[in-house]
């Protein structure tokens, strides 16, 4: 067993643990702190993000309000880069009692906080969206804080003063002899090895698991573990701190927080701080309170929700006591005194703002205890830090713009560049891409790591490779482990666009990916467990149904008063929707000799996706989720055991037929398609996992990993989308021989930025192709000529003529070479997008991009469509068509949305779908699952002639089709389906418009 000696250990990486421990290492004792997790792990990493003034607590707390003020003063002194000095308002709105309003001002004089009246006039010229009934409005000097980056400055100052940091070293027993305890055992949670320290003095700094670790010690502490949630909206909507002017309560408090606002909190005793529920009368309650304040909160996109735990504590527990009454003054406890057993003091209690004092009170305690007097001084050195003053809102982006490292983003939500990420990697205490994410802000923007979580994994692989063992296996655990971890908070609030940028994070490591296909390590793992279902929550469930406020809902209906003007001629077929199923249909349409129009609000999934054909590559059934090898027996499976199935009534022949026509398409194109229904092509994907395709195109073939054939895997300097070495290690574990190389360009170096287009662009060109094989040849010529190795390269052939390319760089390097597909934009989809659009062109079509139907109008008794509009230049332009076919992409493509009141709607013609009933029953709780999230299921049921059918099976309108990922019955993410199904269904719908056409003809 590892053995550790110090003076002084410290439990708790928390706000309080860190905030002693840089104390104790000021005061000269030998310190070393342990923490369970990362830093932060705990509530200082959940909490609201607020400096209080103390104005909260003046009526009810006055203790914890005068406490809070006075740290106020401190930490803006010691730790100004941490705090953005945005102020606070207590605002009166209808909903608060006018009473309270002397109470709180004679509260804030006794406890020595300034306050001063806001006039009215002055509240919306600077907070705008502010609820226009606001009655009162008082200042107070509140601002917004960084926990993370403040318990970063503390952790390091210590060390720099020779303290010891242990994280994911969790203690599992007090050592103790003759009344005195002598240290702690720990379990080390990445190395999975017991780790013996010995002190002189523990202290129990562990938040709300205080009580836990006090009964490891064999004495009672009793903690009120006080759950709160908090929910990010996506923008600023307000730049101050407001409060609500009332006794402190749920949801009554909105802090703007670097990109974002914070709405929060409930508090709700829960028996296990571990053991966590984010409840949807929690949610809901957030979005009535946050309505209350700004009227419109509840439409806007919600980001993420999160829960942490308050450490109350009261000498004595009283059931039934609501949490709020409890206080949130700190207590110290001196377990000599209280409980006969000498060596251990716990701290607890407190808020984040008065974490120094409690630090303070603490030392002051440990210095009587060792017969020491060495003053405190954290009141008055402040932490070192790069920057002057407060924290400002633009710091991150001027920071960029001057060093201009915009094209080195590696998370461009929160503008964290391949510097930081890269420093954040290498440092000691780093073992995951979350501990990443709390140094640097990693994912936590708009998109939740939907770009990012690849990059960052992949210089996790890159920066370690060198220095640790199996560095592959910790890049995929790190970046499994981060997609989960984002899911986490992601899944209580997975409604509207949110949920639609979820969709498409989970195209790209699922679908695009294959994540799920990677090795990962045998050791202990640093995963975070996902909150628990509301029926498993350890908290009582409140049984408050609130009533939604008053919310018109846009119910699609058929308009009758459109004033509005018809644009070009009436088309035998109008085409909603620029994705794969449309244009498909479409291009069917046109090359036997109708009129066809294509409206398309963008491109769809084509310019996301690997630009294959997928059919149908993962088969969730009894036995748990399996590879399909062939997929022409396995849709014979699917008919039998899911007829929903659209695959199991498409039938066979509609897929063969489809692809069939797809691949003499591709021929006559110079963009051949290979492969068949019987087999799945094994290629290698973006971080070296396997995945199922059927059809492939020439430029991606040679990568098949049923070959043995040894892979030399091929990046480029400075091209953040793809990380050799990561991809050939995992390859490798494949049992395939592959190395990764990182090609220097000289003509490259001085670009800022490298993107997969530009690089596409560049590889057109034949200097730059006879540039790029001089640069392999001369780092791994003799590899490379020997003929042994084929040499892959991220999917950037060139967009037009991309066998030219090819089949140049395969001369000029003698080898055998294929792309795989990486992150969006992706350029075999490109391809693939322009082959059909010049189809549909040529053939006559028209496709007009930029458009979104806003609505339409149903002729001859509401049978048929007679027309759809959208707007442009405020007028309304009618599309007249014989038959229309609706291809706007499910829940991925925007054709479905899903409501935060659980409903899912169709957004063009409001069509019937089935979906399950009830936000509840949406989501597993896992991210990587091995069937479909229930909601990814939803969708049209149509007929065989691809027609929508109501929920009793009649035929709702005779002209209209639906294809694509619009069909309900299949989740073609998660089924590896998503080509094949657009394939086969636009097709189907182009037969069956072709079909009665030559019938009433
Ligand atoms: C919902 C909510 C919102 C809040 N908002 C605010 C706010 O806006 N402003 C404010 O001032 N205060 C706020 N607070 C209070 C504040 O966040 C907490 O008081 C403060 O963060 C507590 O810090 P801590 O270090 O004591 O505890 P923690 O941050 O919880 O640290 C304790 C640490 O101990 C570790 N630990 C536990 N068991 C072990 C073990 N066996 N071995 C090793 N380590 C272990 C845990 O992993 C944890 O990291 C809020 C609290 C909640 C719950």
């Not at 707390?61 to 730790?79: G, S, T, Y």
């Not at 009454?325 to 003091?345: C, K, N």
């Not at 420093?423 to 640097?440: C, G, S, Y």
């Not at 628990?532 to 009582?540: E, H, N, V």
Request: charged letters at 20%; hydrophobic letters at 40%.
């Amino acid at each position: 067993m590892r053995k550790i000696d110090c003076e002084v250990l410290v439990i708790g990486g928390g706000a309080t643990g860190a905030g002693v421990l840089r104390d104790l290492a000021m005061r000269g004792f030998r310190a070393a702190l342990v923490e369970k997790g990362d830093l932060t792990h705990g509530t200082t990493g959940r909490y609201h993000g607020l400096l209080h003034s103390g104005g909260r607590y003046v009526v009810r707390d006055p203790v914890a309000a005068q406490e809070c003020m006075e740290e106020n003063r401190i930490i803006r002194r010691i730790l100004a880069h941490c705090i953005e000095d945005c102020g606070g308002w207590f605002v009166l709105t209808p909903w608060d009692d006018p009473d309270y309003v002397p109470q709180f001002l004679a509260g804030c004089r006794r406890a020595g906080i300034p306050v001063e009246e806001v006039p009215l006039q002055q509240i919306w010229h600077q907070e705008p969206y502010l609820n226009p009934h606001i009655s009162l409005c008082y200042r107070v000097p509140d601002a917004s804080a960084d926990s993370f980056a403040a318990t970063k400055a503390h952790i390091e100052d210590a060390q720099g003063r020779g303290a010891l940091v242990l994280n994911y070293h969790q203690v599992v027993a007090i050592i103790q002899h003759n009344g005195r305890v002598q240290g702690v055992r720990c379990y080390d949670r990445v190395k999975g090895e017991e780790v013996e320290i010995s002190a002189d003095l523990v202290v129990n700094a562990a938040g709300a698991w205080a009580g836990q670790i006090a009964a490891l010690a064999g004495v009672t502490v009793t903690i009120l573990p006080g759950k709160g949630i908090m929910l990010a909206v996506n923008h600023r909507v307000v730049n101050t701190v407001i409060n609500r002017l009332k006794l402190p309560s749920d949801g009554d408090i909105l802090v703007p927080a670097h990109t974002v606002a914070i709405i929060g909190t409930t508090d709700v005793r829960v028996e296990d701080p571990d053991r966590l529920a984010i409840e949807p009368w929690e949610v809901e309650l957030m979005l009535r309170e946050g309505e209350r304040l700004v009227p419109g909160f509840r439409s806007m996109r919600i980001l993420r929700a999160w829960a942490g735990v308050r450490p109350l504590y009261q000498e004595v527990a009283r059931a039934g006591d609501d949490d709020r009454q409890v206080t949130r003054a700190f207590v110290l406890l001196d377990h000599a005194e209280r409980d006969g057993l000498e060596g251990f003091l716990t701290i607890t209690g407190g808020k984040w703002t008065t974490f120094r004092r409690m630090a303070e009170v603490t030392v002051d305690a440990v210095c009587r205890k060792l017969n020491t007097n060495r003053p405190c001084r954290t009141h008055l050195e402040p932490l070192p830090t790069p920057t002057h003053g407060y924290h400002h809102l633009g710091a991150r982006l001027a920071q960029v713009e001057k060093e201009t490292t915009f094209g080195k983003l590696i998370c461009e939500c929160e503008l964290a560049t391949l510097e930081d990420v890269s420093h954040a990697i290498q440092k000691d205490l780093t073992k995951t891409l979350d501990d990443v994410r709390r140094e640097v802000r990693l994912g936590m923007g708009p998109c939740q790591g939907g770009f990012c979580s690849l990059r960052a994994a992949g210089l996790f692989h890159h920066l370690r490779c060198s220095v640790q063992e199996e560095a592959h296996l910790c890049a995929n655990q790190a970046l499994l482990d981060f997609l989960e971890e984002r899911w986490r908070g992601l899944r209580p609030i997975l409604w509207g666009d949110q949920l639609r940028q979820e969709r498409f994070n989970e195209l790209i490591y699922r679908s695009l990916l294959n994540v799920e296909q990677l090795p990962r390590p045998k050791g202990p793992l640093l995963t975070v467990e996902p909150y628990l279902s509301s029926a498993c929550s350890t908290g009582p469930d409140r049984g408050v149904a609130f009533s939604p406020e008053e919310k018109q809902k846009e119910e699609k209906t058929a308009d009758s008063t459109p004033p509005m003007i018809s644009v070009g001629d009436e088309m035998d077929v109008l085409v909603i929707g620029g994705g794969l199923a449309g244009l498909t249909t479409a291009w069917h349409l046109v090359r036997h000799g109708l009129r066809v129009r294509v409206i398309a609000k963008g491109w769809g999934a084509l310019y996301w996706h690997a630009g294959c054909v997928d059919v149908l590559g993962n088969l969730p059934n009894a036995q748990g989720s399996t590879e399909v090898i062939n997929p022409k027996e396995s849709i014979a499976w699917l008919k039998e055991h899911q007829p929903d199935h659209p695959y199991s009534w498409l039938g066979e022949s509609s897929l063969n037929e489809s692809l069939q026509a797809f691949q003499g398409l591709g021929r006559q194109n110079d963009y051949p398609f290979y492969g068949s229904l019987e087999h799945n092509w094994r290629l290698p994907t973006a971080v070296g996992a396997p995945r199922l395709t059927c059809l492939a195109p020439e430029t991606m073939i040679a990568g098949d990993l049923t070959s043995r054939q040894p892979m030399m895997i091929v990046g480029i300097d400075g091209y953040l989308d793809f990380y050799p070495n990561w991809v050939a290690d995992n390859i490798n574990a494949l049992g395939i021989p592959a190395c990764g190389v990182i090609l220097s360009l000289p003509a490259l170096q001085a670009r800022k930025s490298l993107t997969t287009l530009f690089l596409a662009q560049s590889f057109e060109q034949a200097a730059f192709r006879e540039m790029f094989a001089e640069a392999l040849l001369s780092q791994c010529g003799t590899q490379v000529t020997s003929g042994e190795w084929r040499i892959g390269l991220p999917a950037i052939l060139g967009i037009d003529q991309p066998l030219r390319v090819l089949r140049h760089l395969e001369e000029l390097l003698g080898a055998k070479v294929f792309e795989i597909p990486t992150l969006p934009p992706s350029i075999p989809g490109m391809r693939l997008h322009n082959l059909l659009l010049g189809a549909i062109r040529r053939n006559g079509g028209i496709v007009w991009e930029g458009m979104q139907v806003n609505g339409f109008l149903e002729g001859e008794g509401g049978r048929r469509i007679d027309l759809v509009w959208n707007e442009a230049a405020a007028r309304r332009r009618a599309h007249r068509a014989r038959y229309f076919v609706l291809a706007t992409g499910g829940l991925l493509g925007g054709g479905l949305v899903a409501n935060y009141e659980g409903t899912v709607q169709e957004t063009v013609f409001g069509l019937p779908l089935e979906y399950p009933a009830g936000r509840g029953n949406w989501f597993q709780e896992r991210f990587i699952t091995e069937s479909s999230h229930p909601l990814y299921l939803s969708g049209v049921r149509v007929n065989l002639d691809m027609q929508v059918l109501s929920s009793q099976g009649e035929l709702l309108y005779e002209n209209l089709r639906v294809v694509g990922t619009m069909l309900a019955g299949c989740d073609p993410l998660q089924e590896r389906s998503l080509e094949g199904l657009c394939l086969a269904s636009g097709y189907r719908a182009a037969m069956s418009i072709l079909a009665e056409e030559r019938a009433v003809r």
